[in-house]
Nanobody, 124 residues
Framework: QARLVESGGGAVQAGGSLKLSCEVY????????MGWFRQTPGKEREFVAS????????KYADSVKGRFTISRNNSKNTADLTMTNLKVEDTAIYYC?????????????????WGQGTQVTVSS
């Protein structure tokens, strides 16, 4: 099974930008749907963005549309989440996930492997 490692989290002021990266070790990366989810204390993990094994499949949560962009590089086995115009409510632990479905998916149970998470903190 693949191992996913996130990087790029940190602290930023509202209106700023961050780029999260997820590197996949093992498995056949180009066949994976890649997704980003986030979780804050006391709340369930929520979907943020997903990209299918071809880039024509993209899905975003309504709360991040127009501000976040998901991308992938199959030659580098990476999936990135570029976050702009960050808001305080974007503060969360962000998780990268890989799924066996071909198309992008908003469903957590479609994902079979997860990273350890990276903290994003947005201050006002």
């Amino acid at each position: 099974q693949a191992r996913l490692v996130e990087s790029g989290g940190g602290a930023v002021q509202a209106g700023g930008s961050l780029k999260l990266s997820c590197e996949v070790y093992g498995g056949t990366f180009y066949t994976y749907t890649m997704g980003w989810f986030r979780q804050t204390p006391g709340k369930e993990r929520e979907f943020v963005a997903s990209i299918g094994w071809t880039t024509r499949w993209l899905k975003y949560a309504d709360s991040v549309k127009g501000r976040f962009t998901i991308s992938r590089n199959n030659s580098k086995n990476t999936a990135d989440l570029t976050m702009t115009n960050l808001k305080v409510e974007d503060t969360a632990i962000y998780y990268c996930a890989g799924g066996a479905e071909a198309a992008a998916s908003v469903t957590e149970t479609d994902y079979v492997c997860w990273g350890q998470g990276t903290q994003v903190t947005v201050s006002s």
